[in-house]
């Protein structure tokens, strides 16, 4: 799958899941902006690791949160390489405790980082998209968006939020050759699944069919098909890359 001159966004970029489809989608040819929010030496070293590779790369900060901030991001993609193939909507976060013990704050962050920064993006994204009639548009959604998971009831909701907003904007702009996937990871060692305990990995590896994790840069091979001439008839799905952990 070749990208060749395609340009993109990868919202949290600067390390985990969000690096790996920046460095991917960049190898297959892809002009890349790296997002990142506070972690501007992380996003240098992505930025540092593709073009040495060869490929062509920026970082730009923006906390996709914000709709002024994510219209900036758009805006300062564009500057930067005259239009928008891809957008990626990556970045996310967890605040993981059962609903008795939830402060309000830990729905908001969740909910705001996960579910409205796809809104804010894609919002921002989505008219010069209509105007090249092309597009791509991959939201990284999460296997506990399909199945629940206690503990997370804020970050389900805006995973499952990610899902519903997926395959609505599928179908506005799917007459506009625009489509708009979600990729639904497994468990991903990253900093994000580092705070769970050993008892919570296990357990997830024994309900696992293939028997172990994933890695990130399997998530990014989903992306990269779903944003490549290949997946052209492909629009509202939801890839789960979970080595089999929830099967639709
Ligand atoms: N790891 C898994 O097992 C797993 C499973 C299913 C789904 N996912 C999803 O995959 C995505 C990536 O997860 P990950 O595991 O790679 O997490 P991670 O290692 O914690 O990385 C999160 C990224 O998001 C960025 N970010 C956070 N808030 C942001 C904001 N407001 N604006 C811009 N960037 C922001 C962070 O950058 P800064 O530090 O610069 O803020 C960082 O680059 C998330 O949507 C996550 O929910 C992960």
Redesign the pocket.
């Known amino acids: 799958m070749q990208l060749t001159g395609k340009s993109a966004i990868v ?10 489809i920046a460095i991917d989608l960049a190898a297959r040819g892809a002009l890349v902006v790296v ?6 030496a ?2 240098q070293e992505v930025v540092a690791t593709i073009t040495s590779a060869g490929g062509k790369a920026i970082a730009i ?6 709709l002024d ?1 994510a219209n900036a991001l758009v805006k300062a993609a564009i500057d930067a390489y005259g239009r928008l193939d891809i957008l990626v ?6 605040r993981d405790t059962l609903l008795m013990t939830m402060k309000e704050d830990d729905w908001n962050t969740v909910m ?3 579910l409205k ?1 796809v809104f804010n993006c894609s919002k921002a994204a989505i008219r010069p998209m209509i105007r090249q009639r092309s597009g791509r548009i991959i939201n ?5 968006g399909l199945s629940g998971q206690a503990g997370q009831s804020n ?1 389900a909701a805006a ?1 499952a939020g990610v899902i519903g907003f997926t395959k609505s904007l599928a179908r506005e702009v799917g007459s506009r050759s625009i489509t708009v996937n979600a990729v ?10 580092n705070v769970l305990t050993n008892e919570q990995k296990e357990a997830t590896m024994k309900m696992t069919p293939l028997g172990r ?2 890695k ?1 840069e399997e ?1 990014a091979y989903a992306v990269s098909f779903l944003a490549s001439d290949e997946a052209a008839f492909i629009t509202g799905v939801v890839l789960t890359v979970d080595g089999g952990l929830v099967m639709q």
């Open positions: 919202t949290g970029a600067s390390r985990g899941i969000g690096s790996a997002n990142y929010n506070s972690s501007a992380s996003a900060k923006g906390d996709v949160s914000k901030e909507n990556n970045a996310g976060t967890t705001d980082t996960d920064s990284i959604s999460s296997v506990v970050y995973k639904a990871p497994g468990f991903i060692p990253t900093a994000l699944t994790f994933g990130p998530v």
